[in-house]
């Protein structure tokens, strides 16, 4: 799919990834219609991109609620002569042992992370088959296809998230509209506890920049290929994961300690957040 020209909505669009993905698709000479939650730091978006002005523009919304939602969706189908793009990336992600999070916290991931994009989807979906050739992007995580400790509520929402994209991308597969899965590993960007960065350099892991996310969101759109897993070796723990899960067993069980500890230092909060990915050596546990 070209990007130039194409209108795209970026959901989650005042964090980390969100930020980068605009800035991408933007230089890209796509018009981009930001949304997010946070007003004031949408409005610092738009102005990082005063260059851009005729092709940039702000939604808020709280994507848990139906009447927002409504009201981006009818903004969505006029903005620039209607979207034809819908990248899903907002995401909560309550980092914490299961037993500790509140059942708002976890009725909150399902809605952000897992019923938001479904709800979107489908409202939209109408309008993007009218428009066709035309795309949706789902930002998942490498926990989509690793359960982790610690991330019990995220995992679920992101394996349902992957498992929803699976089969609407078979669904449409001869209509015209593309649905692709992206599945960041760990990400930087300022919204991670300082307990997360701390647990993350005590295991070895390697986190990205959120430019490399955009850059890989990118070049999935352009070549259609229907999903991408971001880093190495995560593409391999994913690979093993789904035929030997007891390597990854093993592995993971070495690591409780740590994991336990920053899990049960971590303060609990709603906001929002990119997936984290432990670098597990799973070679030194083979059998």
């Known amino acids: 799919m070209r990007l130039n020209n194409a209108r795209v909505l970026v959901t989650g669009a005042a964090g980390g990834i ?60 006029v903005w620039h ?24 916290q976890i009725d909150l991931a399902l809605a952000v992370n897992l019923q938001a994009p479904m709800h979107l989807c489908r409202e939209m979906l109408p309008h993007l088959l009218a428009r066709a050739p035309a795309a949706i992007v789902n930002t998942g995580s490498v926990f989509g296809s690793i359960g982790y400790p610690g991330y019990a509520a995220y995992a679920a929402t992101k394996f349902g998230l992957r498992g929803f994209t699976e089969a609407l991308r078979r669904e449409l597969t001869d209509r015209g509209v593309g649905v692709y899965y992206i599945a960041p590993r760990a990400t930087r960007t300022g919204i991670n ?57 093993r ?3 070495r690591q409780l300690p740590i994991i336990r500890h920053y899990a049960r230092v971590t303060p609990h909060d709603d906001s929002t957040q990119t997936a984290v990915i432990e670098r597990l050596d799973i070679r030194r546990h083979a059998p």
């Open 193 to 249: 506890s300082s307990a997360v960065e701390q647990m993350n350099r005590e295991l070895g892991v390697t986190m990205d920049p959120p430019e490399r996310i955009a850059e890989e969101l990118a070049a999935l759109l352009r070549s259609g290929r229907p999903s991408v897993v971001v880093g190495w070796p995560e593409k391999l723990f994913v690979r093993v994961n789904g035929l030997l899960p007891a390597i990854v067993d």
């Open 251 to 253: 592995a993971v069980r």
């Open 81 to 104: 002569g209607g979207i034809d793009v819908l990248v899903n990336n907002a995401g909560v992600n309550p980092f914490g042992l299961y037993e500790d999070l509140t059942p708002e």
């Open 18 to 77: 969100g930020r980068a993905i605009a800035a991408k698709l933007l230089a890209e000479g796509a018009h981009v219609l930001l949304v997010d939650r946070d007003a004031r730091t949408l409005d610092e978006v738009i102005a990082q991109h005063g260059a851009f002005v005729q092709r940039i523009g702000a939604q808020v919304a709280d994507l848990t609620s139906a009447r927002d939602r409504a009201a981006l969706c009818d903004l969505a189908r």
